[in-house]
């Protein structure tokens, strides 16, 4: 019986580091992607795990911020991924404070954080991101596609023939790292508000067409960005009897399980629902499971 103190997804494994910005890289419009070295973190987290994130030295904003991994890569080109590397869009006082940084400067981080992304053998893995939602899927793919193992503890049984990444995102100005899902082999959809890229129209139009050329058979969905979006995404993954998990972002303040702010109703086994935590039951649940407000 597992020990409820000790449960797989609970924290007990975390790094508390002090880094130094080795990389911060525009990628599109109020996007970026900072690498920070840490080998303890990079050779522990797994895809659809996170950190937490707060500028060194600063108290506005005190508390941290969560980031989804984006990838670990060397920073020697040795062997041994020895760097983490998140994305995120400027959109309030830290993400700002964090755009003007320049490699030297430091950030505490302390991870990897949350439960990951199941381990599946699949035929077709879909990704479907909508906003910034496309950075937890470099190392989702990579991993399915073997390009890549991640997590020292973890047997790698995850596996997919195809991945392709639906990204939907407001202007074109706003897609970040295409170039990155290309390279790692994925099949990028893209589709944008205002058709300036790819399909003119919603990103959940753009998976119901990927469904339609899809085999029915061992295929499954992982998704993330915002509420409407993934909510629609788990009707449409129902309706076509496509196993469906999405990555929440919930607002955290302590990314360890301790404050409750960010809780998100999870149905039970009887019919009821409960409060589950998002940042150690989560980020990715079945969305099966959730109870959509």
């Given at each position: 019986m597992t020990?409820p103190?000790?449960?797989?997804y609970?924290?007990d494994?975390?790094q ?7 990389l911060?890289?525009?990628l ?15 050779q ?5 795990q996170?950190?937490?994130?707060r500028?060194?030295?600063a108290?506005?904003?005190?508390l941290g911020?969560?980031f989804a ?9 040795s062997a041994?991924?020895?760097c983490?590397e998140?994305?995120?869009l ?18 505490d981080i302390?991870g990897?954080?949350?439960?990951g992304f199941?381990?599946l ?9 909508g906003g910034?939602?496309?950075t937890?899927f470099?190392?989702?793919g ?6 890549q ?5 973890v047997?790698?049984t ?8 639906c990204y939907?995102?407001?202007t074109?100005?706003?897609?970040a ?16 508000d205002d058709g300036?890229?790819?399909h ?6 753009t998976?119901?067409q990927v ?14 960005g ?7 995404v788990?009707?449409?993954a ?19 399980g301790?404050?409750?702010t960010?809780?998100t109703?999870?149905k ?6 409960d409060?589950k935590?998002?940042?150690v039951?989560?980020?990715i649940f079945?969305?099966?499971?959730l109870?959509?407000?």
């Open positions: 020990n103190c000790h449960a797989p609970y924290a494994e975390l508390h580091q002090t880094v130094a910005i080795l911060n890289q525009r599109a419009k109020d996007t970026y992607k900072i690498r920070i070295r840490s080998s303890e973190i990079a522990r987290i797994r895809p659809g996170f950190l937490m994130v500028i060194s030295g108290n506005d904003p005190l911020r969560a991994l984006y990838d670990v890569v060397s920073h020697d080109d041994a991924a020895d983490v998140f994305v995120y400027v959109g309030g006082k830290m993400t700002s404070a964090m755009a003007k940084m320049q490699p030297g400067q430091q950030l302390w990897p954080l949350g439960n199941p381990e053998d699949v035929e077709h893995l879909i990704l479907v991101a910034i939602g496309q937890p470099l190392a989702t990579k991993s399915f596609l073997g390009k193992a991640y997590g020292l503890s047997t790698e995850s596996s997919a023939n195809r991945v392709t990444l939907g995102a407001r074109a100005d706003y897609l790292g295409i170039d990155d899902f290309r390279w790692a082999g994925m099949d990028v959809r893209i589709s944008t300036s890229h790819g003119h129209g919603l990103v959940t139009e998976l119901r469904l339609t050329e899809a085999s029915a058979d061992s295929r499954a969905i992982f998704c993330c915002p509420e409407p979006m993934m909510h629609a788990a009707n449409i129902e309706a076509e009897n496509v196993r469906c998990f999405v990555s929440l972002e919930a607002p955290m303040a302590c990314g360890i301790i404050c409750f960010c809780v109703k999870v039970m086994p009887d019919g009821t629902w409060f935590r998002t940042c039951e989560g980020p079945d969305a099966e499971k109870e959509w407000d």
